[in-house]
């Protein structure tokens, strides 16, 4: 029935089961037949029906424009019944606006995501992740070029490279990272990510390989400790060969026979040889002691890791140095949060890392006026342990403060310049790492990060 409007549909639908109804009614008080009865039984049926279908129009399209939506089947349009009146027409419109909305968004997607697997695919750092059963999602070609995994498939796929690399990315935490050696060509740096898609838990793991930049690292840090070697020995085998030449000049020079034929020195070059002598002992003494140096710093143990509690850390910190301190009218704080608070280390290289920072520290406030050092020990954003060790002596001007860790550079008049280098090397075998700032003047801190 080709209607102009919807409402005119249903009235004229209702009317005509309302009249059929009447004649049907009247067909009974004339006592019809009971095939006329059914007849028109039938008839009323019929119209019922009809309207109940014309009726139910909008729940179908409805119903339509949803099941478009959930299947992503956006090829539907809504316009054959535009006829049936304005509020169909709108309705209509409204529905292939958002049909048409949902086409462009879902393009956009298309688009962005194809974009970012073109991404992936084209830089050099590789990229895999893989769900909770360890199935493979997306694996880039630096990742394939670098792991050289024929059928990567499942992450346990990675114990064909190594053993200890799948180990430790299975016992990685989200947002940790590691660097592990594999061969001679091969030294990955593995850094770690979680996130869910689809209400599946997912790993992102990128691997760079970091063999050429450990080297230039390694190079770099040759080159310096042999600019320290070079200046340090040359100050003292100079003096030494000098005095060596000088003494030499003496013994040619001022030493003469006597009467009896024997060698005889006069007094005053006796005492320039003892003078010098004496000073050639005391710098050989120097370059043994800087000898000794370089070894303890090439030889440090590694760390017999433990559960350890920081309070009573600290209480042996206190003890050991209270007497030290009180001599210098310096006062040690302690502050833990929580109190409780464990770390996994090794006991004695931690202790004495902290002992030579308290010392440092002490001789930095000789003139200073806050004559406290605090101890404080908590957890930071990433829910690392870290201790810091904060005085308020003369501080480290910028230009200084990361040569202080290179070995043998000191700032001190006194000292070998090994302390902080061997703080960092204990830090880096816990896996953690040695930092510090400073304002010169008011407060340096040195902060111990523990993995």
Known sequence: MGFKSFALGVLIRVILIALTAIFGAYLYIQNASVLQGVLFLWILILLSFNLITYTTITNRKISRFLESIRYSDFSSSFTKDSNLGSSFKEMNLSFNEVIEAFKKTRAQKEEQMLFLQI??????????????????GVINGAAKQLLQIHQFKDI?????????????????????????????????????????????????????????????????????????????????????????????IILEEDVKE???????????????????????????????????????????????LKVFPIKPLFENIRVLLKEDLSKSD???????????MDVIVDQDLIQMILI????????????????TIMLRAGMDNHSRPFIKVIDHGEGIVPEALEKIFVPFYTTKK???????????????????????????????????VFK
């Open 330 to 340: 310096i006062q040690l704080i302690c502050d833990i949060s929580p109190p409780d």
């Open 356 to 371: 030579n920072l308290i010392k440092n520290a002490k001789e930095a406030m000789e003139k200073a006026n806050n004559r």
């Open 414 to 448: 006194s000292g070998s310049g090994i302390g902080l280098a061997i703080s960092r090397q204990i830090m880096n075998l816990h896996k953690g790492n040695l930092e510090v700032s400073s304002i010169p003047g008011e407060q340096t801190v040195f902060t111990l």
């Open 156 to 248: 346990h796929d990675l114990g064909k490279l190594s053993k200890n690399l799948l180990q430790e990315v299975l016992n990685l935490k989200p947002s940790g990272s590691f660097s592990i050696k594999i061969n001679s060509d091969l030294h990955l740096n593995v850094q770690s990510a979680s996130f869910k898609m689809e209400g599946q838990s997912w790993t992102l793991l990128s691997f760079q390989n970091i063999k050429s930049e450990l080297q230039k690292n390694e190079l770099d840090a040759w080159q310096n400790l042999t600019k320290v070697l070079r200046h340090e020995i040359m100050n003292s085998m100079t003096p030494i060969a000098s005095l060596a030449s000088s003494l030499g």
């Open 119 to 136: 991404m992936i695919q084209h830089i050099n750092t590789g990229i895999i992740s893989f769900d909770s059963q360890g199935k493979i």
């Open 258 to 304: 006597n009467e009896q034929g024997e060698l005889a020195l006069e007094k005053e070059s006796f005492l320039d040889l003892s003078e010098g002598l004496e000073t050639i002992f005391k710098r050989s003494n120097g370059l043994v002691d800087f000898v000794n140096a370089y070894r303890d710093y090439t030889n440090i143990p590694q760390p017999e």
